[in-house]
């Protein structure tokens, strides 16, 4: 064998060697637009029985918009906010009142400053077991936790399809 196929004989076994023995296609699971619909309808529906005007929206796996409804006289703000709140719970894995606790606890943490990102109580992940498949944020209740209360009725309404 002369020199140079001995180097591209070496080049390719390199090569064949660094590819990931085990390289796959990922398989995710996503909420459907009908389910980012109900969750957002029981949403917005359980807080305005209660008689809170507020706004809702419901994120997918990536932080990505699904839906987003301002309900009837909701302020302005709360189309924000809601989205906000939703995407702090999406991008911790956690509600977002727990990071607002994790801020209260430590100012001092970087990640409250991160854009998108904000420490108020009344956005919840959606979860399938461990994995956080989006996330639904209220905002304009009075009080972080009514918000979250109606979050959490949005996921009760869809939880048997979440398994």
């Known amino acids: 064998m002369s020199v140079p ?3 591209l004989a070496a080049i390719g076994l390199a090569c064949a060697l660094a590819s990931p023995a085990s390289a796959q296609l990922l398989n ?3 909420l459907s637009a009908a389910m980012a619909l109900t969750i ?3 949403a ?3 807080c305005t029985k209660q008689g809170y005007h507020v706004s809702v929206h419901v994120l997918g796996r990536n932080g990505e918009v699904l839906v ?3 309900g ?15 995407y702090t719970a999406r991008t ?4 977002s009142g727990e990071f607002a606790q994790r801020v209260k606890d430590n100012p001092t943490t970087g990640a409250v400053h991160l854009s998108g990102i904000i420490a108020a109580q009344g956005a919840l992940p959606i979860k ?6 989006g996330a639904v944020g209220v905002s304009g209740a009075p009080g972080g936790e009514k918000d979250e209360a109606c979050s959490k009725a949005g996921i009760d309404k869809v939880a048997d399809q979440l398994k």
């Not at 009837?72 to 939703?86: I, W």
């Not at 399938?128 to 498949?133: F, K, Q, R, T, Y």
Request: charged fraction near 30%; hydrophobic fraction near 30%.
């Open 128 to 133: 399938v077991g461990d994995e956080v498949i």
């Open 92 to 95: 911790f894995r956690i509600p």
């Open 28 to 30: 995710e699971r996503s």
């Open 44 to 46: 917005l529906e359980t």
């Open 72 to 86: 009837d006289d909701a302020p302005p703000h709360t189309m924000e906010n809601s989205q906000r709140k939703a």
């Open 5 to 7: 196929s001995n180097c």
């Open 68 to 70: 987003a409804v301002r």
């Open 40 to 42: 957002a309808q029981t």
